[in-house]
């Protein structure tokens, strides 16, 4: 079973929008949740990672926003550009070198 | 920074017939790889767990016979799909940590098309 929840399957902004990821979690042994870009026919790119003692963390135009309590987190894409147009993946681990378990993706379509 | 190198990155092979898909750690020592599978518009779904030097550790439902992974050195794993079928054709893509070169970074291969036909 999935183990890590994600949603919406796909969704589409214009340019300039901020499209919004959520995912969720049941295990709480997970202590490293990464998020990753993927382009298709590519492997999945690190975008941007959390721990759970941090509320918010950004990179560029990144933000991922944790709530412990609720074992949820979601990933905003500020500012977004067609050239993010892409599926996205959160994932959560034990560890940060160790097996990832995914959630089903989410296709972001930004149109121009 | 690191890369994870994956080889071939396409091929077809007829049914009944085995092919090997290598993964690489070009700048840095992996005693773990992952192998995932990936089918079109869909997650990547964990296979295995390769440590270097031991037998690897299947995730539920992955048969071990069918899918033969070596890792025989800190920057080299391979899968090996055996009696391969159309239905393992599939995008397989694997990761190496660089944990053990004081790192705790996952980095993924660019991935691996296989057609059985």
């Known amino acids: 079973q999935q183990q890590v929840k994600q949603s919406p399957q796909s969704l589409i902004v214009q340019k300039g929008g901020i499209p919004i990821i959520n995912c969720a979690y049941e295990n709480t042994a997970f202590d490293y949740f990464p998020w990753y870009q993927q382009f298709p026919g590519k492997g999945p790119a690190l975008l941007i990672a959390?721990?759970?003692?941090?509320s918010e963390k950004k990179e560029g135009r990144f933000t991922i926003s944790f709530n412990k309590s609720a074992k949820q987190f979601s990933l905003h894409i500020m500012d977004s550009q067609p050239g993010d147009s892409a599926t996205y993946f959160c994932a959560a681990s034990i560890d940060s070198w160790g097996k990832l378990q995914f959630g089903a993706g989410t296709q972001v379509v930004v149109t121009p | 920074g690191a890369v994870v190198s994956q080889h071939p990155s396409r091929v077809i092979c007829k049914s009944g017939t085995s092919v090997k898909i290598e993964c690489r750690s070009l700048?840095?020592?992996?005693?773990?790889m992952f192998w995932y599978r990936q089918f079109p518009k869909q997650s990547l779904m964990l296979m295995a767990t390769?440590?270097?030097?031991?037998?690897?550790?299947?995730e539920q439902g992955v048969e071990k016979d069918k899918f033969l992974i070596n890792h025989a050195s800190l920057t080299l794993s391979t899968l090996t799909v055996t009696s391969a079928h159309p239905e393992d054709s599939s995008f397989y893509i694997c990761?190496?940590?660089?944990?053990?070169?004081?790192?705790?970074?996952?980095?993924f291969g660019e991935g691996s098309w296989l057609t059985v036909v």
């Open positions: 390769s440590n270097e030097g031991s037998k690897a550790t299947y």
């Open positions: 990761s190496a940590s660089n944990r053990a070169t004081g790192g705790n970074t996952i980095y």
């Open positions: 959390i721990r759970p003692d941090v």
């Open positions: 700048d840095f020592q992996a005693t773990t």
